[in-house]
């Protein structure tokens, strides 16, 4: 019973502190490409607004990456404290994708302060734009190597395993897992789409507060222009991560999909319930889209989960993070279409308030459609954390004070975040862009 508790807490801490750092994990990779493309804008048109954005934005990321780093830390050394026996195993293969993320993130940090303190500094500023890209470039690689390590324990490969003793040990073909790719560029993708949507509702928020200036106004098109692009990615990279799931992982797909019965022309199953006898009830289905989702054959054969032995499958509580992180997507995609259609329009008005409070009510939804994406990937791996060969239970270890550590990193990431807020809150609202803006055109 204790090595019980001792898992539950331990699977506990670990969800405490990705669920918090995923947050400052997105930002970090989405915000310096916002940086760097409204930078470049503003170069390209000779547009202090757009040079505005870029540097207020840079100076609200530098306290979201510190925050990020201190999380990603932490979940570095729990890794090793509260998963001994996962890292004895996998700590030979993925020590070159961590390895690698450091090094990345170190690349990030150093081209950042040179980024920051060189401002003005150059004769002509596009030299100062070139320093932007090894930034969104070591933010995007740093989160494409730790995308890797999670690939990894999802389809690990290049080793043997004998007891706890590997063989045949071949980092490489770790590395280059067959989860990878489609993982890499979903994490990209949506990254980038969470940032542009909660600048969009910073940036719309503000304009109801009655700042309908040209630099909310650009700001404003200039994020939901992006959005939709990255939503749309994202939305494309749901249907290759269908297909790859049928493929390596059909027990993840049949339970975030509740499909049970192997069957060709399979149902696309959104939202409903399940009773005690585990019938569907007040569900959504959209005939054989499940096997054109899979297969792209409307007829396709679906693997059910009944195939899975009962030990080996799923929480079946994943399909309710899957119909949250569709359903926050699909309306992200329709308001930014909204928002981009009326700008284009030449009646069309997008800064009408009906169109501003859904955009304003997207950044938190934004937001948890990451948590959900996040707890519908690594619940679905489950029981597994290194598939195939170990499971949760054998990983965790054995310590009975993992209860002191949660209720110490629950308090730490309670002061993390309200002291980012305040911080974000002092450095924005008591400088604000008009003011700022007035500033330098003066000057």
Not at 103 to 109: D, G, I, L, P, Y
Not at 148 to 166: D, H, I, S, Y
Not at 228 to 244: E, H, P, Q, Y
Not at 415 to 432: D, E, Q, S
Request: no cysteine; charged share 15%; proline share 4%.
């Amino acid at each position: 019973m204790a090595e019980l508790d001792g898992v539950l807490l331990s699977r506990m801490l670990t969800t405490l502190t990705l669920a918090f750092h995923i947050i400052f994990a997105t930002l970090g990779v989405g915000v310096p490409v916002m940086i760097s493309l409204a930078e470049f804008i503003g170069i390209k048109r000779n547009d202090q607004h757009y040079n505005l954005l870029a540097r207020r934005w840079a100076r609200g990321f530098v306290v979201t990456v510190a925050v990020g780093v201190v999380t990603g830390t932490i979940i570095g050394l729990q890794l090793s404290l509260l998963w001994p026996s996962f890292m004895e195993v996998a700590g030979q293969l993925i020590s070159l994708p961590l390895f690698m993320e450091v090094f990345a993130f170190f690349f990030e940090a150093i081209f950042l302060g040179i980024y920051l303190y060189t401002w003005d500094r150059f004769k002509k500023p596009i030299y100062h734009w070139l320093l932007s890209i090894p930034i969104f470039g070591g933010s995007i690689l740093s989160s494409m190597f730790i995308t890797v390590v999670n690939a990894f324990m999802n389809t690990p490969q290049g080793f043997t395993l004998e007891g706890r003793t590997l063989t045949g040990i071949d980092p490489v073909a770790a590395f280059f897992n067959p989860a990878a790719p489609t993982k890499i560029f979903h994490v990209a993708t949506s990254a980038i789409m969470t940032s542009t949507i909660v600048l969009a509702a910073i940036t719309a928020f503000m304009i109801l507060k009655g700042r309908r200036g040209e630099y909310h106004k650009k700001a404003l098109k200039l994020t939901m222009v992006t959005g939709l692009i990255f939503s749309f990615l994202t939305a494309l990279d749901g249907d290759i991560s269908a297909k790859f799931l049928a493929e390596y992982q059909p027990e993840k797909l049949a339970a975030g999909e509740w499909h049970f019965e192997t069957e060709k022309g399979a149902d696309l199953i959104l939202f409903g319930t399940l009773n005690e006898q585990g019938e569907i009830k007040n569900a959504i289905r959209i005939p054989k889209m499940l096997s054109f989702l899979a297969y792209s054959d409307f007829n396709a054969e679906v693997t059910g989960l009944n195939e899975t032995p009962e030990d080996e499958r799923p929480p079946l509580i994943i399909h309710y993070f899957f119909d949250t992180m569709v359903t926050i997507g699909s309306y992200t995609l329709f308001i930014s279409l909204v928002f981009v259609v009326l700008m284009i329009w030449k009646k069309g008005d997008p800064f009408k308030a009906w169109l501003l409070w859904p955009i304003v009510i997207a950044g938190p939804l934004a937001i948890i459609a990451i948590e959900a994406g996040w707890f519908y990937a690594e619940m679905g791996r489950q029981p597994w954390i290194l598939r195939g060969y170990m499971k949760v239970a054998e990983a965790a270890t054995t310590s009975n004070y993992v209860w002191l550590m949660l209720i110490f990193f629950f308090l730490l990431y309670g002061v993390l975040g309200t002291l980012t807020i305040i911080v974000l809150r002092k450095i924005f609202k008591n400088n604000p862009a008009e003011a700022e803006l007035e500033f330098r055109f003066k000057s």
